[in-house]
């Protein structure tokens, strides 16, 4: 029995490589990581101003990026954060998986990491603008409301956690922490009864 992924392309079961290639090709984009790296009571912030078509344009985030084909979540994250800050992470912490789902893209699966040790010096990013930013500011940046969560959860000291995000257009819709509703409806995030 075989315990593979492929999809069936005739009848009789046979398959091809381009179309295994392809579904894990689809499969890989859908997998990302995103790290906070943090330096005295700071957090590297990027603000992504530089791409077109980018669904984080203006907003505020961490670094990171989608998986290549065989990576690791850690060989993501290592190699995401040299690509994006010529840093190398010495230190890193898995502290949970993020599940965005939103009414324009295919959900996401993102790592979240912390990293508190590196090595090098901070290069310019071509995605945007890297700055550090204190940790108490960052929740004031434009960045998306269910990243305030997560926040929330790396100042807490939570322990590993699983978060689904869903958003409608930028608005927040639904917020789900290991497996509780937090966020049920638009109608609750907006403060109505």
């Not at 071509?126 to 929740?139: N, Q």
């Amino acid at each position: 029995m075989e315990c593979g992924f492929y999809l069936r392309i005739d009848g009789e079961g046979r398959h091809e490589k381009e179309n295994k290639k392809k579904a894990v090709m689809d499969m890989r984009s859908n997998l990302t990581t995103l790290c906070y790296i943090e330096k005295d009571d700071s957090y590297l912030m990027l603000h992504r101003v530089k791409k077109e078509n980018d669904i984080n344009r203006d907003k505020w985030i961490g670094v990171g990026g989608h998986f290549e084909t065989g990576e690791s979540p850690e060989e993501c994250l290592l190699r995401e954060v040299r690509e994006e800050t010529g840093l190398t992470l010495t230190s890193w912490k898995l502290r949970g998986v993020i599940t965005f789902g939103t009414d324009t893209y295919a959900t996401e699966y993102m790592f979240l990491y912390t990293a508190d040790g590196y090595a090098g010096t901070l290069a310019e990013c071509d995605e945007g603008t890297l700055e550090w930013v204190k940790k108490s500011a960052v929740c004031n940046l434009p960045i998306w409301e269910g990243d305030k969560i997560f926040f929330r959860l790396l100042e807490e000291g939570a322990d590993f956690f699983s978060l689904k995000l869903t958003y409608t257009g930028n608005r927040l819709t639904e917020a789900v922490l290991n497996g509780q509703s937090i966020l049920r409806s638009s109608e609750e995030h907006h403060g109505k009864p």
